[in-house]
């Protein structure tokens, strides 16, 4: 028993201008590839989809248009489209830019679905103009590098710079860790070495103390013996130097000896005669 396989669901248009028509038709030709219709059943499908104001469009319709898929969707879309909004979609494309932190697909189905609501025809050249003229200006000169031909050639050339760039962006992030694990790896040694060097100097400290407890016993008596000796000089000084009563004493007692003798030697001095000269 064959399986059934299961068949996607088509959205219907009534054609009175809150929906967007090439969004539409986008829709319905994706929907109809999946489900794997022919030209001759996409036509038979879209009628039956068609209500309202499409539905009176379509009647008024020739027949020879009617049974081409491809006449059929440009006069669909010709007249559906909003009026104006040819030259409003003009406007969107001239103005259109890559936003921040927007994907090249992203930015390229944007574009795509614009171009699309023209009337077909549309010169490749002036496609692709449009398309890389919303790059930012370093990525925009690179895609011009290749030199597009269509609007395809340059997608691929904007994809191919979107992912070397990304390799880059990985290479340096790749590069950063590594860059800081290096780091990391050298502050533990750094840590290691001066934990080392810290338990080292502790012992090293310990040591001297031990050796400052063992020599200062000496130190002391060694001191209190300098000591002794000096005290023991002050008092020798002491008692070889005389009072200072008793030498003003002696040096009286030498001045009143002096004075004594000094009498002695003028009493027994014999008086000089004066000679005088006859007048």
């Known amino acids: ?27 319905f030709n994706s929907t109809a590839a999946a489900n794997q219709e022919d030209d001759a059943t996409k036509l038979r499908i ?10 009176q469009w379509y009647l008024d319709v020739a027949v020879p248009v009617r049974n081409d898929w ?24 001239i103005k259109m830019r890559m936003e921040p932190g927007e994907s090249v697909r992203r930015y390229g189905q944007r574009v795509r679905s614009l171009i699309q609501k023209l009337t077909p025809g549309i010169a490749p050249s002036v496609q692709v103009e449009w398309y890389v003229s ?17 609007l ?23 590069s950063k860790k590594e860059v800081y694990k290096g780091k990391k790896q050298i502050r533990r ?20 103390e031990d050796s400052e407890e063992d020599h200062s016993p ?22 070889e130097v005389p009072d200072d009563k008793r030498m003003m004493k002696d040096i009286q007692s030498s001045l009143a000896a002096i004075k004594v003798q000094l009498a002695k030697n003028h009493k027994n001095k014999r008086p000089v005669p004066t000679i005088r000269n006859n007048v």
């Open 1 to 27: 028993m064959a399986k059934s396989t299961s068949r996607l669901k088509y959205r219907k248009f009534k054609g009175d201008g809150r929906e967007d028509v090439d969004e539409w038709l986008c829709e």
């Open 46 to 55: 879209f009628q039956g989809l068609l209500k309202k104001e499409a539905l």
């Open 70 to 93: 491809d006449q059929l969707t440009l006069a669909f879309l010709w007249t559906f489209r909003e009026v104006g909004g040819e030259a409003r979609t003009l406007g969107k494309l």
């Open 134 to 150: 919303g790059f930012p200006d370093r990525m925009g000169f690179q895609v011009r590098q290749a030199r597009p031909q269509t």
């Open 152 to 174: 395809q050639e340059a997608m691929e050339a904007a994809q191919k710079y979107e992912n070397s760039k990304q390799s880059l962006c990985q290479s340096g992030s790749h």
């Open 189 to 208: 040694k750094r840590e290691v070495s001066d934990s080392s060097f810290g338990s080292s100097t502790d012992s090293w400290s310990g040591d001297s």
């Open 218 to 239: 000496r130190r002391a008596s060694g001191s209190r013996g300098h000591h002794g000796e000096r005290h023991r000089a002050a008092v020798r000084l002491k008692e």
